[in-house]
């Protein structure tokens, strides 16, 4: 009877020992409600209201497009009317994409859809500070790999991107187009010259802690080096080689500073991660609850055990 009190237990113990999913340290499983329009459909835009002022290089936004395709504009849709999904190919509608100024916000900016493959929902939760929106399990085009980001908007002006699985077991060279991530506020000056003047060139985004200006960003492209160019040509900006996209289970934060962002990064389980407003409390995981239950329990048991038999001799 003891001992099949003793299994008993340890089963029941072990139910609790499930493996903890793995995920960026900042990423938050509250993700509100569905947005309708962007979640049906390919290459579009829907309109969403802050509750509080979101303050952005110098300027204050109470409202945003989110696009399908992966990335949002603050307080309109700049001078071509959308948000484009090939901003890793046309840097030019990335860095100057404003008139006024609407800066453009992407996690993850590359040709996804929602609408003919009917794969993945987008969400916003402005319940709280941070606002956040969710691309969940969308789809990218043509080869339906799917990626799961997140945008945290915090109200002292913080932003974290967060990746909870990109085309997991998935190669990447499979993607139909390039990738953008990064933040910029779209006000460079250009009028259609070879390549805007003033990019700064792509950084790695989960290198940091470092500081840069108000366009910060990294980009992924097939077969192309450096900068991927703008107009399909490549400008032999200085950056990075993007020969992969290393971004999965990070945590990226731009913090706002005097000259723009300061930049860090976290990748999945680290504890401790700061990003302005936003800090990880150090919970257990549901299989450290499960140890700690399993050594509560067996130690009980333990005891039980040993106390009988002192009473039996």
């Given at each position: 009877m003891r001992s099949l009190l003793v299994m008993i237990l340890l089963l029941f113990s072990i139910s609790f020992y499930l493996p903890a999913q793995a995920q960026p340290p900042l990423w938050s499983n509250d993700l509100g409600a569905e947005l309708s329009v962007v979640s049906d459909c390919d290459d579009c835009e829907e309109a969403i209201d802050?509750?509080?002022t979101i303050p952005f290089n110098?300027?204050?936004?109470?409202?945003?497009?989110?696009g399908s395709d992966g990335c949002i504009q603050l307080g309109g849709l700049g001078r071509d009317g959308e948000i484009d999904f090939d901003y890793w190919n046309w840097m030019e509608k990335f860095l100057a994409d404003s008139n006024p100024d609407n800066p453009l916000i992407c996690p993850f900016g590359t040709d996804l859809d929602t609408g003919d493959s009917g794969c993945g929902t987008i969400y916003y939760n402005n319940s709280g500070n941070p606002l956040i929106i969710t691309w969940d399990d969308v789809c990218s085009r043509p080869n339906d790999i799917q990626i799961t980001s997140q945008i945290l908007l915090y109200q002292d002006g913080s932003i974290v991107f967060?990746?909870?699985?990109?085309?997991?077991?998935?190669?990447?060279?499979?993607?139909?187009?390039?990738?953008?991530?990064?933040?910029?506020?779209?006000?460079?000056?250009?009028?259609?010259?070879p390549f805007v003047p003033g990019d700064p060139g792509p950084v790695n985004l989960n290198q940091?802690?470092?500081?840069?200006?108000?366009?910060?960003?990294?980009?992924?492209c097939s077969n192309k080096a450096n900068s991927c160019g703008t107009g399909g040509n490549?400008?032999?900006?200085?950056?990075?080689v993007n020969n992969a996209f290393d971004l999965d289970f990070w945590s990226i934060c731009y913090a706002p500073n005097s000259g723009g962002f300061s930049i860090t990064s976290g990748f999945e389980g680290e504890t401790g991660f700061m990003c302005g407003e936003a800090i990880v409390t150090q919970v257990p995981t549901l299989s450290e609850?499960?140890?700690?239950?399993?050594?509560?329990?067996?130690?009980?048991v333990g005891f039980m055990v040993m106390r009988r038999r002192k009473v039996s001799a």
């Amino acid at each position: 009877m003891r001992s099949l009190l003793v299994m008993i237990l340890l089963l029941f113990s072990i139910s609790f020992y499930l493996p903890a999913q793995a995920q960026p340290p900042l990423w938050s499983n509250d993700l509100g409600a569905e947005l309708s329009v962007v979640s049906d459909c390919d290459d579009c835009e829907e309109a969403i209201d802050f509750p509080f002022t979101i303050p952005f290089n110098g300027s204050s936004f109470n409202m945003a497009y989110v696009g399908s395709d992966g990335c949002i504009q603050l307080g309109g849709l700049g001078r071509d009317g959308e948000i484009d999904f090939d901003y890793w190919n046309w840097m030019e509608k990335f860095l100057a994409d404003s008139n006024p100024d609407n800066p453009l916000i992407c996690p993850f900016g590359t040709d996804l859809d929602t609408g003919d493959s009917g794969c993945g929902t987008i969400y916003y939760n402005n319940s709280g500070n941070p606002l956040i929106i969710t691309w969940d399990d969308v789809c990218s085009r043509p080869n339906d790999i799917q990626i799961t980001s997140q945008i945290l908007l915090y109200q002292d002006g913080s932003i974290v991107f967060n990746y909870n699985g990109i085309g997991v077991g998935e190669d990447l060279e499979r993607l139909g187009g390039g990738i953008v991530v990064g933040v910029t506020p779209s006000d460079l000056e250009w009028e259609d010259e070879p390549f805007v003047p003033g990019d700064p060139g792509p950084v790695n985004l989960n290198q940091g802690p470092f500081n840069f200006g108000p366009t910060a960003y990294e980009r992924w492209c097939s077969n192309k080096a450096n900068s991927c160019g703008t107009g399909g040509n490549d400008t032999g900006l200085p950056g990075p080689v993007n020969n992969a996209f290393d971004l999965d289970f990070w945590s990226i934060c731009y913090a706002p500073n005097s000259g723009g962002f300061s930049i860090t990064s976290g990748f999945e389980g680290e504890t401790g991660f700061m990003c302005g407003e936003a800090i990880v409390t150090q919970v257990p995981t549901l299989s450290e609850w499960g140890l700690i239950a399993m050594a509560g329990i067996l130690g009980i048991v333990g005891f039980m055990v040993m106390r009988r038999r002192k009473v039996s001799a």
